[in-house]
């Protein structure tokens, strides 16, 4: 069955980097577009970026372009994403997902950016 495993959280000062990955199985991951979205407490998913099966094509939302950069690594079934810049209100647990809608989704991982 799909299996998407995110690691890499943490917390972090203000302005600090952090880089999540999400392992992949259960499907062809190169066949698949594949997104970020998160949750911050109290509130609902929020969309973060998404890349191209071949990784040619990326997007962001616009509260994260410029500072996080999704790649991905198919020989790998691995999906990343490198956060620079982190400030507080980037505090959420991070899911990938296989879908925009993020229906299906890892367990998530905690991101918390306090100093």
């Known amino acids: 069955q799909v299996q998407l495993v995110e690691s890499g959280g943490g917390l972090v000062q203000p302005g600090g980097s952090l880089r999540l990955s999400c392992a992949a199985s259960?499907?062809?991951?190169?066949?698949?577009?594949m997104y970020w979205v998160r949750q911050a407490p109290g509130k609902g998913l929020e969309w973060v970026s998404g890349i191209s099966t071949g990784g040619g094509s990326r997007s962001y939302s616009d509260f994260v372009k410029g500072r996080f950069t999704i790649s991905r690594d198919n020989a790998k079934n691995t999906l990343y994403l490198q956060m620079n810049s982190l400030k507080s209100e980037d505090t959420a647990v991070y899911y990938c997902?296989?879908?925009?809608?993020?229906?299906?989704r890892g367990q998530g991982t905690q991101v918390t950016v306090s100093s």
């Open positions: 997902a296989k879908d925009r809608a993020a229906q299906v």
């Open positions: 259960g499907f062809r991951f190169s066949s698949y577009w």
